[in-house]
């Protein structure tokens, strides 16, 4: 029997509980062991939960017990889950997580200290929720070179922006609808202003790279500033907006970004819609592959963290290898990258607009006072320069 603790007892603390409770005979043969909870670390008492009686407060507990092999950290946060899980790695305990915050934060140094310690630090359920990401990325795609990963890696702006583009509807009353029924947080800053996001595609990016990419240097820009009249637009060039979390490497650069992008009616992401989350990953031999499901949710990360568990009890006492090594890589700044941009002016600076842009498809979407178009690839330097010139009402970037 293998024994193992949850620290965090809430949304995906109780959904790991659930999954492991619920499919116990599929989860037990595939470990090859009995999986066994013996502890829930929370801060508060559950009476009447049927693992109740499992609740502890104090942290020593988990940690100074020898029969505890694995641990799912499901706290969320820096502090004190770094801390927790440093001390568990360093005492030879794997750890499981969904914290995207620390694995973005601390990833290389945790899976270091892991590997020293002959344990493990999986992180699964960090990125795209219930959706194997990592996994493929450490396992399946090795003989690959990955040079782009393209995703949406935020259900809630998923949604909003689904919604938006629906029931031609704008930002701020979607945003309400959305906290109403608990689709958004109450303080949505993390989810609209695209830092969420920033997280997720730090840890793909680093993977990618097998070296650390700090979310700190991502350029994030959320979804607070699109309208009703952008998804006008975009419907009229069979388009659709989604905010996309980018990693690329073009000729030994690497460019990383989240951002909302205007992209064609065709493309696989302009079908993930609602809450559901999609990574597209390019591989150089293998070309594209797209991976997609429920990105949030109780018992879809839940699944993931416990797919972890399962992996770490059939590698006990054995690292199971992830290349991701601390030593942060150098990205491009994304105003040497080059695109298409959809520019809104106001109806009386048209003309200027032409002469500075030069080349520009005309967009009529019929919205009164303005002229739109879309402009040749360009460097963002390029564009922001002839924007600031030209005095726009707003631009998205093309994909
Ligand atoms: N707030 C996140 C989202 C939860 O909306 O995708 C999952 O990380």
Avoid at 92 to 109: D, F, Q, R
Avoid at 207 to 224: A, K, N
Avoid at 303 to 312: P, T
Wanted: net charge negative; aromatic share 8%; hydrophobic share 40%.
């Amino acid at each position: 029997m293998i024994q193992v603790a949850v620290m965090g007892y809430g949304t995906v603390g109780s959904g790991v509980v659930e999954v492991i409770e619920k499919n116990k005979e599929e989860i037990n043969k595939k470990s090859g062991e009995e999986i066994s909870i013996k502890y829930i670390l929370d801060l508060r008492d559950f009476p009447g939960d049927p693992y109740g009686d499992k609740v502890v407060h104090d942290v020593e507990q988990i940690l100074n017990d020898p029969e505890i092999k694995i641990i799912c950290e499901t706290m969320g946060g820096l502090k004190p889950a770094y801390d927790f899980t440093k001390r568990a790695l360093l005492m030879g305990k794997s750890v499981c997580t969904s914290n995207k915050e620390l694995v973005a934060a601390h990833g290389p140094e945790l899976i270091a200290i892991a590997h020293e310690n002959k344990c493990n630090y999986l992180f699964e359920a960090s990125v795209g929720g219930g959706i194997p990401i990592i996994r493929p990325l450490n396992y399946s795609l090795t003989a690959e070179k990955i040079d782009a990963i393209t995703g949406i890696l935020n259900g809630t702006t998923n949604y909003i922006l689904t919604k938006m583009e629906r029931e031609g509807a704008d930002f701020e009353s979607v945003l309400k609808e959305a906290q109403e029924k608990g689709y958004a947080e109450k303080n949505p800053e993390a989810d609209v202003e695209g830092y969420d996001a920033c997280r997720k595609i730090a840890i793909l990016s680093s993977l990618m790279c097998g070296r650390h990419v700090r979310y700190e240097d991502i350029y994030t820009e959320g979804i607070t500033k699109i309208t009703a009249a952008d998804f006008a637009y975009a419907g009229a060039m069979g388009k659709t907006i989604k905010l996309l979390a980018q990693s690329k490497e073009e000729d030994g650069k690497l460019y990383a970004m989240v951002a909302p992008f205007m992209i064609d009616g065709e493309h696989p992401l302009s079908m993930v819609n609602d809450v559901f989350n999609a990574v597209c990953v390019h591989g150089n031999m293998l070309g594209d592959s797209m991976y997609y499901g429920r990105g949030a949710g109780k018992l879809p990360t839940a699944s993931a963290v416990v797919s972890d568990v399962v992996d770490c009890a059939r590698h006990l006492g054995k690292v199971i290898m992830c290349f991701w090594e601390e030593g942060n890589v150098a990205l491009t700044g994304i105003e040497q990258a080059k695109r298409r941009f959809f520019v809104r002016v106001a109806q009386e600076n048209e003309r200027k607009a032409l002469e500075i842009f030069g080349k520009a498809s005309v967009v009529e979407a019929g919205v009164p006072g303005e002229f739109a178009f879309v402009t040749e690839v360009m460097p963002e330097k390029e564009f922001n320069e002839k924007a600031n010139e030209t005095g726009i009402i707003s631009r998205i970037r093309m994909e």
